[in-house]
């Protein structure tokens, strides 16, 4: 598992701005927004999607726990995704990453 710095950053100051910023073990800042859904249907404010799609060329994710009463998985996005996620749902957008464990997202987050 790769060692983070992580900092969760409080955004009532400036909407839209992702929930948690990590130093990466490659020493990389990344933005990562989280968001948890028991559906489809994932809530994403427009200061968020704008956020997101603004700075899409860095490295900013969007990171989805579907939790159901059978399992619990986690998607991964990145930010020029989020739009269309927000718009249509889980099922309907090709993640950079779906998976059971959170640890496999963030490994690949780590390795982009």
Request: aromatic letters at 8%.
């Amino acid at each position: 598992m790769p060692q983070w710095r992580v900092t969760r950053l409080e955004s009532w100051a400036s909407q839209g701005v992702p929930d948690v910023m990590v130093l990466d073990s490659q020493s990389r800042f990344q933005l990562i927004e989280l968001k948890n859904t028991t559906t489809n249907k994932v809530t994403i404010s427009p200061h968020q999607v704008s956020f997101l799609t603004t700075h899409a060329a860095g490295p900013v994710w969007l990171v989805v726990r579907r939790m159901r009463a059978e399992d619990t998985d986690y998607f991964l996005f990145s930010g020029n995704q989020v739009e269309d996620v927000k718009q249509h749902g889980l099922e309907a957008v090709e993640p950079v990453l779906h998976s059971n464990t959170v640890n496999t997202l963030i490994e690949r987050i780590d390795t982009h």
